[in-house]
């Protein structure tokens, strides 16, 4: 089986072709970094545009680098949400036009879902499993049971933990998009253990019950910081905030990880209990390191994806489209765009999050 994947949700323009034996035929991605950088973060406007000018090159580039014709292919998956509105309707579109055309099923697809099934790609894991989503809009803790079946057992009661990484890192002064460039900086950090001392941050959370998350008081605190900087502020500074902010994260994000690892270890008996991260910030690698410890204290295996596959991309959402039409789950091209889509729509919390 061989599907076609589309992915426009948020500043990523990507199409993918992949086949049921994980073989990534094709992935390529267009960031729009330069695009949104001068506003310092994504404008869904200019993000739709963008997606619209770029899509159609973007696929057949991603046909022809994977060697199939329309007629080859099984299917065409495209995001159908959550994300912005105006990117996800461009994606959904071509793919159904695409689908249309080639007589072909369309398969709507979940971004977050896309997200959550990645290590089903990248290392062929068993459900259920352990897993922590940690992208730009969602931080959330969910048991993956199935296809389709999700338990949130928590979620984050403000900020998303990469939107906190992208909203310090413009505090730290450092160009758009800040996650990764944040790590970047922390790596400069010569000496951690001042760096903890002199920047101090709070833990916001730690040690209580249940597996939600806050990470708005910890970008707070990262503000006051910056405000006592001298001006302009010497690189070590920001280097060592930097550190601080990166390993309080990584500590926060082991906590709250830790009460969702023992109730995954009593609710399910499997040969082999593993946590999977995905989302971009999966791809921060002391957040690995700290869960991979996590993990290791517990019993439980860890599984990241490779970096290309934590952020955005079209095999994750070729992916998913191989898993669903496998089961008989295309949809029709009647398919409605959705801003939110929950992966647990039974959960309460969702109320308040999705
Ligand atoms: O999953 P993703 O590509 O897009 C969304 O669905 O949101 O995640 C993007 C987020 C951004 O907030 C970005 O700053 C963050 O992932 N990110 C990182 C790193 N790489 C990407 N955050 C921390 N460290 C990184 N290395
Ligand atoms: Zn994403």
Same mark, same amino acid.
């Given at each position: 089986?061989?599907?076609?994947?589309?992915?426009?949700?948020?500043?990523?323009?990507?199409?993918?072709?992949?086949?049921?034996?994980?073989?990534?035929?094709?992935?390529?991605?267009?960031?729009?970094?330069?695009?949104?950088?001068?506003?310092?973060?994504?404008?869904?406007?200019?993000?739709?545009?963008?997606?619209?000018?770029?899509?159609?090159?973007?696929?057949?580039?991603?046909?022809?680098?994977?060697?199939?014709?329309?007629?080859?292919?099984?299917?065409?998956?495209?995001?159908?949400?959550?994300?912005?509105?105006?990117?996800?309707?461009?994606?959904?579109?071509?793919?159904?036009?695409?689908?249309?055309?080639?007589?072909?099923?369309?398969?709507?697809?979940?971004?977050?879902?896309?997200?959550?099934?990645?290590?089903?790609?990248?290392?062929?894991?068993?459900?259920?499993?352990?897993?922590?989503?940690?992208?730009?809009?969602?931080?959330?803790?969910?048991?993956?049971?199935?296809?389709?079946?999700?338990?949130?057992?928590?979620?984050?009661?403000?900020?998303?933990?990469?939107?906190?990484?992208?909203?310090?890192?413009?505090?730290?002064?450092?160009?758009?998009?800040?996650?990764?460039?944040?790590?970047?900086?922390?790596?400069?950090?010569?000496?951690?253990?001042?760096?903890?001392?002199?920047?101090?941050?709070?833990?916001?959370?730690?040690?209580?019950?249940?597996?939600?998350?806050?990470?708005?008081?910890?970008?707070?605190?990262?503000?006051?910081?910056?405000?006592?900087?001298?001006?302009?502020?010497?690189?070590?500074?920001?280097?060592?905030?930097?550190? #601080?902010?990166?390993? $309080? +994260? @990584?500590?926060?994000?082991?906590?709250?990880?830790?009460? &969702?690892?023992? =109730?995954? *270890? #009593?609710?399910?008996? $499997? +040969? @082999?209990?593993?946590?999977?991260?995905?989302?971009?910030? &999966?791809?921060? =690698?002391? *957040?690995?390191?700290?869960?991979?410890?996590?993990?290791?204290?517990?019993?439980?295996?860890?599984? &990241?994806?490779?970096?290309? *596959?934590?952020?955005?991309?079209?095999?994750?959402?070729?992916?998913?489209?191989?898993?669903?039409?496998?089961?008989?789950?295309?949809?029709?091209?009647?398919?409605?765009?959705?801003?939110?889509?929950?992966?647990?729509?039974?959960?309460?919390?969702?109320?308040?999050?999705?």
């Amino acid at each position: 089986m061989i599907v076609l994947g589309i992915e426009t949700s948020c500043d990523e323009t990507a199409a993918a072709v992949v086949n049921d034996r994980r073989e990534i035929l094709s992935n390529l991605v267009l960031s729009q970094i330069k695009e949104h950088a001068a506003f310092g973060g994504v404008v869904p406007e200019i993000a739709a545009r963008a997606h619209l000018d770029h899509l159609d090159t973007l696929i057949k580039a991603a046909m022809s680098d994977a060697g199939v014709k329309f007629a080859q292919i099984d299917g065409v998956a495209a995001t159908c949400g959550p994300g912005l509105i105006g990117g996800v309707m461009v994606g959904m579109m071509a793919g159904k036009a695409i689908a249309a055309a080639a007589g072909k099923p369309f398969i709507a697809v979940n971004h977050l879902e896309a997200h959550a099934l990645t290590p089903r790609l990248s290392d062929n894991i068993e459900f259920p499993y352990l897993l922590l989503l940690i992208s730009g809009g969602h931080t959330q803790i969910l048991a993956a049971e199935d296809v389709g079946v999700y338990k949130l057992w928590g979620t984050t009661q403000d900020d998303a933990l990469g939107e906190c990484f992208d909203k310090s890192a413009k505090l730290m002064g450092l160009p758009y998009p800040g996650g990764p460039e944040l790590e970047k900086m922390a790596a400069q950090c010569a000496d951690p253990g001042a760096a903890h001392e002199r920047f101090p941050l709070p833990q916001p959370m730690k040690g209580r019950q249940g597996c939600d998350f806050s990470f708005s008081g910890l970008k707070t605190a990262v503000r006051a910081h910056v405000e006592r900087f001298p001006n302009p502020a010497p690189k070590a500074d920001i280097a060592a905030l930097a550190r #601080s902010f990166q390993d $309080t +994260a @990584a500590e926060i994000v082991s906590d709250r990880c830790e009460g &969702a690892v023992k =109730k995954f *270890l #009593s609710a399910y008996k $499997t +040969a @082999a209990p593993t946590l999977v991260a995905a989302g971009g910030v &999966a791809a921060n =690698k002391a *957040l690995r390191a700290a869960l991979q410890d996590l993990c290791g204290r517990h019993g439980m295996s860890f599984i &990241a994806p490779p970096g290309a *596959l934590c952020s955005d991309n079209g095999a994750m959402i070729a992916w998913t489209g191989i898993e669903k039409l496998s089961r008989g789950l295309n949809d029709e091209l009647d398919v409605k765009a959705r801003p939110r889509w929950p992966l647990d729509p039974e959960s309460q919390k969702n109320r308040k999050t999705a």
